[in-house]
């Protein structure tokens, strides 16, 4: 019987102890070695898999070393090298300007603030996000992607409907200690078993507390629609 519990703070106290026990290694699954790749990589991965984007970044990060060699970069020839990833030519054009930006306001260096990472070119508030948790230890919110957007919808933790009013309201419901992993966290079950179309609920250690459990529920409260 899948019954949420009563307030909002401790259904998601325990679908944390619960996932902790599941994923307990669970992190960051994009492959970077300083800060600056680390943001090259969450650009790319908007609307890609992070497997995908590994696959691209191996080679792409042989190849360029620091911020000035993309801002110097000739579009075509990034767009060619990154071309097997979603929005290429988009992607090429805000790293080469994010990068350009880089180097003129910020000496070179990855800025460590919400509102200056904002500022460069194709990086929205998820991406500053990932960048401030992995690249400078600074956790300001919670990373809402689309694996935590659907979950968090269905276990009853939010009925928001957009990444960035389902931060803000999960913000005080999630123990500030757990933000980071708490997104990591979700995208491990997401992709392992609660995926967008066939959930497992049957197999699902949160089944007895989730308000969308196929078992005994008769719509997916993220999409609202019926099973
Ligand atoms: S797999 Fe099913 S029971 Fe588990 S969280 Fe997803 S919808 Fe709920």
Redesign the pocket.
């Given at each position: 019987m899948?019954t949420p519990l009563e307030s909002r703070e401790a259904q998601a106290e325990e679908v944390l102890d619960r996932l902790y026990e599941e994923y307990p290694d669970t992190t960051i699954s994009l492959s970077y070695s300083n800060r600056l790749e680390l943001l090259i990589a969450v650009m790319l991965s908007a609307q890609c898999t992070d497997e995908r984007v590994n696959k691209v970044t191996a080679e792409l990060f042989e190849k360029y070393d620091d911020a000035a060699d993309y801002a110097a970069a000739d579009q075509e020839e990034l767009a060619d090298d990154i071309s097997s990833i979603t929005y290429y030519n988009n992607k090429a054009k805000y790293i080469r300007s994010a990068c350009a930006d880089i180097i003129e306001k910020h000496d070179g260096e990855v800025p460590d603030t919400m509102s200056a990472l904002t500022d460069l070119a194709g990086v929205g508030r998820k991406t500053a996000n990932v960048v401030l948790q992995h690249g400078h230890d600074i956790v300001e919110g919670i990373v809402v992607d689309t694996h935590v957007q659907r979950?968090s919808r269905?276990?009853g933790l939010t009925e928001e409907e957009y990444p960035e009013r389902i931060e803000e309201d999960l913000m005080p419901v999630v123990p500030e200690r757990d933000w980071q992993q708490f997104t990591h966290l979700f995208i491990s079950?997401g992709r392992a078993?609660?995926d967008a179309r066939n959930?497992?609920?049957d197999a699902?250690v949160?089944?007895d507390l989730?308000p969308?459990?196929?078992r005994d529920h008769d719509v997916d409260l993220a999409s609202g629609e019926a099973w």
């Open positions: 899948g979950l269905r276990l079950h078993v609660c959930p497992d609920c699902c949160l089944e989730c969308s459990s196929k």
